[in-house]
């Protein structure tokens, strides 16, 4: 668990936060989310819901730990800016999928 509070606080590296946590564990959970939440007829109603929770509170906690973790950064300021500039191209998909869910849901 202390790796994933390191995370959420934006105490790990920059680097480490964006390319393994969004890119490589984000393009894991975006593929799982396409396979079994995009396809409804051939997914199970319980299990599409859980993949896009899953999507949505990882999205989520991306958008918090990719900003904090940016403030944190100590290199060039375009690394910093770039990383901010996706966390809110991150909080827009958020948004998405909590519209999604709602649609699904409710």
Known sequence: MGILVKLWRGELPLYVTFWLFGMIFGTVISICVTNYALQP???A???RIGWLIIALLYTGVMCVALWRSADKYE???VWSIGARFYSAVLFMSFV???VDLANIIF
């Open 41 to 43: 007829e051939e997914t």
């Open 45 to 47: 109603n319980p299990v």
């Open 75 to 77: 290199g060039a300021p």
């Open 96 to 98: 998405s999928f909590a």
